[in-house]
Nanobody, 127 residues
């Protein structure tokens, strides 16, 4: 079993930056592909970003490309989401997700492609 704990959310103004962190435990972190998703009120959960096990490959939703950066520190069992130039439409609960890799990294954009989820952290961007 893998436990994921997000932190770093908060209330910011449009144009500000935030860095989310997700600490993982329960399984060797280097065996996990990681992703970030978000869910705004009244909307479905959507993919934000994903990163391969060694951090060498990343993938982003078009809506955040160029503004958000996903990274990981395997020595610290932590994945990060640096969010710059935040917009009110970025307001959502942000979830960290992990996928046990059996054969190869896939950088899934579907929530069903992940095995473990954190509890979420609220990000609110005011205009």
């Amino acid at each position: 079993q893998v436990q994921l704990v997000e932190s770093g959310g908060g209330l910011v103004q449009a144009g500000d930056s935030l860095r989310l962190s997700c600490a993982a435990s329960g399984r060797p972190f280097g065996t996990l592909e990681m992703g970030w998703f978000r869910q705004a009120p009244g909307k479905e959960r959507e993919f934000v970003a994903a990163i391969s096990r060694n951090g060498g490959t990343t993938y982003y939703a078009d809506s955040v490309k160029g503004r958000f950066t996903i990274s990981r520190d395997n020595a610290k069992n932590t994945v990060y989401l640096q969010m710059n130039s935040l917009k009110p439409e970025d307001t959502a609960v942000y979830y960290c997700a992990a996928r046990r890799v059996v054969y190869a990294d896939s950088l899934s954009t579907s929530g069903s492609g992940y095995d473990y989820w954190g509890q979420g952290t609220q990000v609110t961007v005011s205009s």
